[in-house]
C-alpha cells in the first residue's frame, strides 16, 4: 500500500513538475539582462551564504531549466523557506522565472567544468545510494535526472547538498526548511551523518555544473 502510493506521488509530482515547467517558453536572451539580482551570489566562484549555516551558493549555470523554474516557484509559494531566495523569487513573474531558467540552461555550455574522474562509493555509501533511491530520480550518473524538472546534483558543492537535504528533514520553522512529499520521505531516512556522507560523495563525482564568473562590465 505505502509503495503503491508513493509511486502514484511521484507520477503526479513528475507530471506537475514538467507542466509547470514547460507552460512558459524561456528566452535565454531576456534572462541574462534579469540575471542582476542573481549573480551577486551565483556568479561568483566559491560564494558562500551564511544562512542557515555557511555552506557556498549552489551552482547553477548548466542546471535544467525545467528544474530553476519549478525552484523558484517553490520559494515564492513558501514550500522552499529561504528567506532571501522567497524574496527574489516573490518579486518574479513566470516569464521572468522561464528567461532566467533559460539563461542559466545555457549559460553551462559557456561554462568551465572542472574535470574530474568518477570514484565508485563505498559500501556504506552505495547503501545509502540504494535507501535512498538516489539514481531513480536523479540518473544512474546523478547528472542527467529522469525529469528536468528535477535537478542534477553530481558535482554540486557537497556542502550545500547537505544543507539542502538537512532542510527537507525541517518541519515548523518559518525559515528553513523544504516541503516536498519525495524528499522529505527520503531525507527523513537518515541521520545527519548518513546525509553527509551521500553529499560528499555525490558532490565529489564529475558534473555539468558551475559558475560563471560575472562580468566586470556589468
Known amino acids: 500500500m505505502i509503495k503503491t502510493l508513493s509511486t502514484t506521488v511521484l507520477?503526479?509530482?513528475l507530471v506537475a513538475g514538467t507542466t509547470l515547467a514547460h507552460a512558459q517558453g524561456?528566452?535565454?536572451d531576456a534572462g541574462e539582462k534579469k540575471?542582476?539580482?542573481c549573480i551577486g551570489c551565483h556568479g561568483i566562484p566559491g560564494y558562500q551564504?551564511?544562512?542557515p549555516e555557511v555552506h557556498k551558493v549552489p551552482m547553477i549555470a548548466g542546471q535544467n531549466a525545467a528544474f530553476i523554474v519549478a525552484s523558484l516557484n517553490a520559494y515564492k509559494k513558501g514550500d522552499r523557506k529561504h528567506p532571501t531566495m522567497r524574496g527574489i523569487a516573490g518579486s518574479l513573474s513566470e516569464q521572468d522565472m522561464a528567461d532566467l531558467g533559460a539563461f542559466?540552461?545555457?549559460q553551462g555550455a559557456q561554462a568551465s567544468i572542472k574535470s574530474v574522474a568518477a570514484r565508485e562509493p563505498s559500501a556504506e555509501v552505495t547503501a545509502l545510494l540504494t535507501k535512498g533511491g538516489c539514481a531513480s530520480c536523479h540518473g544512474a550518473d546523478y547528472n542527467k535526472p529522469i525529469d528536468p524538472s528535477y535537478p542534477k546534483i553530481a558535482g554540486q558543492h557537497a556542502d550545500y547538498l547537505y544543507v539542502a537535504l538537512k532542510a527537507y528533514q525541517t518541519?515548523?520553522?518559518p525559515q528553513v526548511g523544504r516541503n516536498n512529499a519525495i524528499m522529505g520521505g527520503?531525507?527523513?531516512q537518515f541521520t545527519h551523518a548518513e546525509l553527509k556522507?551521500?553529499?560528499q560523495y555525490l558532490g565529489g563525482q564529475p558534473g555539468s555544473l558551475a559558475t560563471v564568473p560575472q562580468s566586470r562590465w556589468r
Request: charged content about 15%; proline content about 0%.
Open 186 to 188: 527520503i531525507a527523513k
Open 26 to 28: 524561456g528566452n535565454a
Open 11 to 13: 507520477a503526479l509530482t
Open 35 to 37: 540575471a542582476a539580482q
Open 197 to 199: 556522507a551521500l553529499a
Open 104 to 106: 542559466y540552461e545555457r
Open 49 to 51: 551564504s551564511s544562512f
Open 171 to 173: 518541519e515548523g520553522n
